[in-house]
């Protein structure tokens, strides 16, 4: 039955350790455990939830959704994939080589659509530079992410799909976090 479970990285969009998303990373895990997930593990205090489950993409983006909903009161948006998905994410990166400081992974809900995508792509990002392989969209600064015009809100915006957005560090860790079985 075990064998059936596989290890899912779960970001949480715009969980803060105060505010009106504050969500505690302890309380949760032990509110994930209660509802099913296996082996529920956090990296920090912004919503990167590591867990072992049976549960399909969509089921699990939901039933972290409704248990942050339901015990934190919070109405996050919650992107899950698998683990193998971010070494993937991580191989794909057109930005091979560059200041890992200034490289940022935006994850998207969905891939968007191609006019969105076009009109995106269109606009340039100049001085940083921006691409959208697949359902991740890869961000290199030329200065600070602060100062990015391709922000998370920026992406959701033009490409009409829901984002979160993580350092190359925190993916880096969530990598090395996830293949812990």
Same mark, same amino acid.
């Not at 990285?9 to 350790?17: E, W």
């Not at 990166?93 to 995106?120: C, I, M, Q, R, V």
């Not at 921006?130 to 490409?159: H, P, W």
């Given at each position: 039955?075990?064998?059936?479970?596989?290890?899912?990285?779960? $970001?949480?969009?715009?969980?803060?350790?105060? /505010?009106?998303?504050?969500?505690?990373?302890?309380?949760?895990?032990? *509110?994930?455990?209660? *509802?099913?997930?296996?082996?529920?593990?956090?990296?920090?205090?912004?919503?990167?939830?590591?867990?072992?489950?049976?549960?399909? %993409?969509?089921?699990?983006?939901? $039933?972290?959704? @409704?248990?942050?909903?339901?015990?934190?009161?919070?109405?996050?948006? =919650?992107?899950?994939?698998?683990?193998?998905?971010?070494?993937?994410?991580?191989?794909?990166?057109?930005?091979? /080589?560059?200041?890992?400081?200034?490289?940022?992974?935006?994850?998207?809900?969905?891939?968007?659509? @191609?006019?969105?995508?076009? *009109?995106?792509?269109? $606009?340039?990002?100049?001085?940083? %530079?921006?691409? =959208?392989?697949? @359902?991740?969209?890869?961000?290199?600064?030329?200065?600070?992410?602060?100062?990015?015009?391709?922000?998370?809100?920026?992406?959701?915006?033009?490409?009409?799909?829901?984002?979160?957005?993580?350092?190359?560090?925190?993916?880096?860790?969530?990598?090395?976090? /996830? *293949?812990?079985?």
């Amino acid at each position: 039955m075990a064998s059936n479970h596989e290890d899912k990285i779960i $970001l949480l969009r715009g969980v803060m350790p105060t /505010g009106k998303n504050k969500v505690l990373m302890a309380p949760l895990r032990a *509110a994930l455990e209660e *509802a099913g997930l296996r082996n529920v593990r956090t990296y920090i205090q912004s919503g990167n939830v590591m867990a072992s489950t049976n549960l399909n %993409q969509s089921a699990i983006e939901d $039933l972290v959704h @409704d248990v942050i909903k339901e015990r934190f009161g919070g109405d996050i948006k =919650v992107l899950a994939r698998s683990a193998p998905y971010f070494n993937e994410a991580m191989e794909n990166n057109p930005f091979k /080589g560059a200041d890992p400081a200034k490289l940022y992974f935006t994850l998207l809900a969905s891939e968007p659509e @191609d006019a969105w995508l076009e *009109a995106f792509h269109a $606009l340039g990002h100049a001085p940083d %530079q921006v691409q =959208v392989v697949g @359902d991740m969209a890869y961000v290199l600064c030329a200065t600070k992410y602060s100062e990015l015009k391709a922000n998370n809100n920026f992406i959701e915006r033009k490409l009409k799909v829901a984002a979160t957005t993580r350092n190359f560090n925190t993916i880096s860790k969530l990598i090395a976090l /996830g *293949a812990i079985g």
